[in-house]
Structures are given as C-alpha cells and as structure tokens.
C-alpha cells in the first residue's frame, strides 16, 4: 500500500515536472521563433530595400550611357513631366513586390506571412543632378568616364604648347590689323609723293591677298569643295538659356573642393572627354545636332557654318602670327625681304620706302603661308606651331608672282610633323572660360539626346547622379525599421 501511494506520488511529482519544462521548453521555442521572426524580418527588409534599390538605379538613362557613357537616373522616365515623385513611385512599386507574400492558394489558405512586413513610407531626401553647381556635377562625371584614359604625356605636350602659344602671343596678337595699318600707311606715303608731283609705278604686291582675307579662311579653304553642314541649334530650349531665366531643377547635396592640381588635370580629362565623344570639321559625329560641335564650343554661335569660320578664323590668327614671328627672328628671311624691298624701291627712285615696304611684304608672306597652312589642316596634315626653315613652304618668289595655296597634285604629301587639326582644338580649348565650355557642353548633350526616339523632352537637370532615401518599414507584429540609402553613379 504504501509503495503504491510512494508511486502514485512519484508520477504526480513527473507530471508537475514535466508541466514545467514543456511550459519552459514552449517559451523558449517561442522565444527562439520570435528571434527568428525580429532577425529574419530585418534580414528581409535590408534585402529588400538593398534590391529595390539596386532596381531604381538599373534604370539609368539608356541613350546618354550610349552617346557620352554618363550614368544618370532620369526622373521624367522619357516623359514630359520630370519630378523626384517619379523616382519615389518607382522605388515604392519595387519594395512592395518585394516585400509581397506569395504563397500560392494553398499555402495562402492554410499559412500566414511569417515576418508580415509592409511599406510605410520611402522618401528621397536628398539628390545631385547633373546640373548642379552650375554643371560642376557634369565635369566630375565626364571626367569620371575619362578618367582611364589619363595620358600624362598629351597633358605635358598641350601644356607645353599652350606655354608656347600664350609667352609668345600668339593668340592676342592681330595680324589682319597689323597689316591692314601697314597697307594704309604704305599707300599714304604713295600718295604724298604724287601729290608732289612725283610719278609712282608702284603697286603693293600683297594687295590681291587681301581679296582672299575679305572673302573669308572658310571660303578659301573649302571653296566648293566641301559641302558644309547646314545644322543650328535651338539655344533657348536648351540648358545654359532655362539656366538663365532660373527655368531648372536643383539638387540638394555638396561637392568636395578640389586643388589646384587635380582642377588643372580634371580640366585636361573634360576637354579630351569633349574631345571623345564629340564631332569636329575633320572628324564629325553621326546623329548629332551639330556637325562641328567641338567648333560650337570655341565659337557659341547657333549655326555649323558660324562656328566653323570662327574656329577657323581662331586658328588662322595662331599660324599668321607665329609665321610672322618666324619671318621676323629668321635672318635669311629678313635678308631676302630687305632686299626685295630696297631694289623695288631703288628702281622707282623710292628707296626710303623700302622699310615700310619690307613689313608690308613680311605680312603678305607670313599670310601666303597661312593659307598653305589653314589647307594642310582642313585636308588632314599636320602643321607645327613654330615654324623652321625646314617646316616652310611658301615661297617669296610665289607672292611677287600672286601665287598662292598649296598644290593639289602634292595631297599625298601632307606633312605629318607637328599639330593636326584636333590639336589646335584642343590647345584652343584651354582659352575658353571653363564655366562657358561647360555649358555649351550642356546645350549639345541636351541637343544630341533629343534627337534619340522617345526623348524629345530630355533635360540635364532632371538626371541624377546621386540619391538619398529614408524607407520606413513595419510589420504586423509591431516591429518596425528605419533604413537610409544613399547610392551614386560617381567613383
């Protein structure tokens, strides 16, 4: 009796046992499942936002990767309306798939989300277009695609050329207007001695090039030769015009100053990135607004056939003035004018005359060679910023016989030494102001991508390059998360 009551008693104290540590073991799964569920939800809401995100910048702008291998995120999705609310749709689509049960019919009736997270809210709170910093934000990333391409060797040779160009005045110095004065001159002393009665059988000899300079370099050079673009820009659609009347969108987020040597380098990689991915009179770019847009960036005006002769007109104040130099420091060539000028003037009983006249003769020489020159280029030759006695072509003898050009027979000939055509643009592109370049860079972006099916509304200042979003997420568990993401297309 009393081992029985013992084992009834035994199997009482098992039972209160075992009602605790199953009411143990049942909290601690249930705390285990609990952990699992706050940890797994946190898991998922990362991943999610992680892919959400990952999926708002895989929609960059396909055309502008393609035509300038720049990445920006357009908020306007090829519509006429651009807002950072497109943005916002899109990536709020993207968490909600994300986040969505799906458990088929049956796991649906029988199962319930484990985690149950949704969407609050998902807000961009800050952004960087590409028109930001009045284009400072479109450099970094030009300079960004470039960036692999730094040749430190082109930087030192244009630097070096651009030394040369600026200590030698070569691009202050008017050559037409030098000349021009010394004509006017010349012909004054001509004609003080006729009013004194004197005969004069004298005619400048470099007068009919004048004729040429009036008619233009771009007529002389392409004649009917070339059939030049008939392409213009509409400006005041484009961003520097919207950026003038305050017409454009701004971002909210900083740029990191920089030295002076890394501006000195990143204005180098700009200019070879306009250089790249932009078409010049040589070598022009198919389906683009302009033909001669790196002559748009020099010149600014609406039309191809503008910014070509202002390009062109540039350069030909480069090569006069440095042949000039050249006639003026060779003593061979001072020599042979000197002498060409006092016989002209000895045989008419003139022979005071001869100084003006040798400058006169200098000029209409230096400008013979020009002309060689300004066609060597637009044929594809090379021509060396200074001039030697080997790099010379233009003869004196030619400009007495009214000889000038270069002779077609020879084309096979080009010289290959010293600077072509895209050369001097590039040393020419260092002389415009920096804030100008980048906007008329801007305009023909805008211009190019336009043209591009489907993207007749695209503005710079609706692409960004930077995005800052708050996504608040809860479940119906009462947790809740808080996430920040900030993503960039810049290095």
């Known amino acids: 009796m009393c081992e029985r009551n013992m084992q009834r008693r035994m199997s009482g104290y098992l039972s209160v046992f075992m009602a605790l540590v199953l009411t143990l073991l049942t ?8 952990g699992v569920r706050k940890n797994g939800m946190a898991l998922e809401s990362e991943c999610a936002v992680e892919a959400a995100w990952n999926g708002v910048f895989a929609e960059y702008h396909r055309g502008l990767v393609g035509r300038y291998n720049l990445f920006a995120l357009d908020d306007s999705y090829g519509t006429s309306y651009g807002s950072v609310s497109n943005i916002e749709r899109h990536l709020t689509g993207y968490l909600d798939r994300n986040l969505q049960f799906y458990g088929g019919f049956w796991n649906n009736l029988f199962y319930k989300d484990f985690q149950g997270i949704r969407l609050r809210k998902a ?4 952004g960087l277009l590409l028109s930001d910093h009045d284009g400072a934000v479109f450099r970094c990333a030009a300079v960004g695609a470039q960036k692999d391409k730094l040749n430190l060797t082109l930087l030192e040779k244009t630097l070096f050329q651009l030394e040369q160009l600026q200590v030698n005045g070569l691009d202050k110095r008017n050559i037409e207007a030098e000349k021009a004065q010394a004509d006017y001159r010349l012909q004054q002393e001509l004609d003080i001695l006729e009013q004194g009665g004197e005969v004069v059988d004298f005619q400048n000899p470099t007068i009919f090039m004048e004729e040429i300079r009036k008619k233009g370099i771009l007529s002389w050079v392409t004649g009917d030769k070339v059939a030049l673009s008939p392409k213009a820009l509409r400006r005041e659609e484009l961003f520097a015009a919207r950026l003038e ?5 701004r971002g909210n987020r900083r740029l990191r100053e920089q030295s002076g040597l890394e501006q000195m380098v990143e204005r180098f990689l700009f200019q070879e990135y306009l250089l790249t991915y932009m078409g010049n009179f040589i070598e022009p770019m198919e389906n683009s607004a302009l033909d001669y847009e790196i002559e748009y960036l020099l010149v600014g005006e609406d039309r191809d056939v503008e910014n ?3 390009a062109f007109s540039k350069i030909c104040g480069i090569r006069e003035a440095a042949n000039v130099m050249y006639l003026l420091t060779d003593e061979d060539s001072s020599k042979k004018t000197e002498l060409i000028a006092t016989v002209l003037m000895t045989l008419i009983g003139q022979p005071q005359l001869a100084v003006p006249v040798q400058f006169v003769l200098t000029l209409g020489w230096a400008f013979g060679e020009t002309l060689y020159d300004m066609e060597c280029l637009a044929a594809g030759g090379a021509v ?6 080997e790099t010379w072509h233009y003869s004196l003898e030619n400009l007495l016989k009214g000889l000038v050009g270069r002779d077609e027979e020879k084309q096979e000939q080009l010289s290959r030494e010293g600077m072509y055509y895209r050369d001097y ?5 260092f002389l415009v102001d920096l804030d100008v370049l980048t906007l008329r860079s801007m305009d023909l972006v805008e211009a190019d991508i336009r043209l591009l099916p489907g993207n007749s509304n695209f503005c710079l ?3 960004y390059v930077e995005l800052e979003a708050d996504i608040s997420l809860e479940s119906d568990y009462g947790y809740s998360y808080e996430i920040r993401r900030l993503g960039t297309y810049q290095e």
């Open 384 to 389: 060396p910023l200074l001039k030697t006695e």
């Open 425 to 429: 643009l590039r040393v020419l592109l």
């Open 27 to 34: 909290g601690f799964c249930l705390g285990l499942i609990e």
């Open 461 to 463: 200042d609706h692409c």
């Open 245 to 249: 009347r305050g017409d454009v969108q």
């Open 123 to 126: 807000e961009i709170q800050s």
């Open 308 to 310: 070509l002769h202002g």
